[in-house]
């Protein structure tokens, strides 16, 4: 079965960076584009940026270009998501998300089929 | 970008009745929308995606309307198990955004 596994708990100070992994299994890791979200408390859900599992391209948010690196390692089918310049407002929870798509006639249609456990970081001095 | 925007923020509705949520585009996304149902402390649940296709396991209750920048979740007939916070995403152009959400509360 499908799985998304993400990294543990994160404690940063403002200024830091933080690096947040998604081990995948159950599935043929490249053959999916791998999304970050973020939720931060009692807030919207927030698009971070995507990496393209197969090729590694990524796409980011305008509001994170420039903070936000998404990677991936396709021998450990494990995607990767850095946040730099760590602030107060990026305490969150983050969560790693499968893209999934479906052929239609005439169109493709998207979603995110699973989702990781998510993971806490938060930004304290 | 693109904003999508959700209306209401809050909607109190008792188990039983029919609930309807608005999700509204700033531009058109076509067909490139899906609801999520989140409770607390879990992941989001992709309820339906393409506007209107229900997502495997759920229920028929559960029903999306709508293209271009206007759409709509409906819940026919509400369960226990249903009042949560509720998301839009659109994709358009590589790029994606979400709703600020309408949390469906009981009556």
């Known amino acids: 079965q499908v799985q998304l596994v993400q990294s543990g708990a994160e404690v940063k100070k403002p200024g830091a960076s933080v690096k947040v992994s998604c081990k995948a299994s159950?599935?043929?890791?490249?053959?999916?584009?791998m999304h970050w979200v973020r939720q931060a408390p009692g807030q919207r859900l927030e698009w971070m940026g995507w990496i393209n599992a197969g090729n590694g391209n990524t796409k980011y948010s305008q509001k994170f270009q420039g903070r936000v690196t998404i990677t991936r390692d396709t021998s450990a089918s494990t995607a990767y998501m850095e946040l730099s310049s760590l602030r107060s407002e990026d305490t969150a929870v983050y969560y790693c998300?499968?893209?999934?798509?479906?052929?239609?006639?005439?169109?493709?249609?998207?979603?995110?089929?699973?989702w990781g456990q998510g993971t806490l970081v938060t930004v304290s001095s | 970008e693109i904003v999508m925007t959700q209306s209401p923020a809050t909607l109190s509705v008792s188990p039983g009745e029919r609930a309807t949520l608005s999700c509204r585009a700033s531009?058109?996304?076509?067909?490139?929308l899906a609801w999520y149902q989140q409770k607390p402390g879990q992941a989001p649940r992709l309820l339906i995606y393409g506007a209107s296709t229900r997502a495997t396991g759920i229920p028929a209750r559960f029903s999306g309307s709508g293209s271009g920048t206007e759409f709509t979740l409906t819940i026919s007939s509400l369960q226990s198990e249903d009042f949560a916070v509720y998301y839009c995403q659109q994709y358009n152009n590589w790029l994606l955004a979400f709703g600020q959400g309408t949390r469906l509360e009981i009556k």
């Open positions: 159950g599935y043929t890791f490249t053959s999916y584009a």
């Open positions: 998300a499968r893209w999934a798509a479906v052929a239609t006639i005439g169109a493709e249609l998207y979603y995110f089929d699973y």
């Open positions: 531009q058109s996304v076509s067909s490139n």
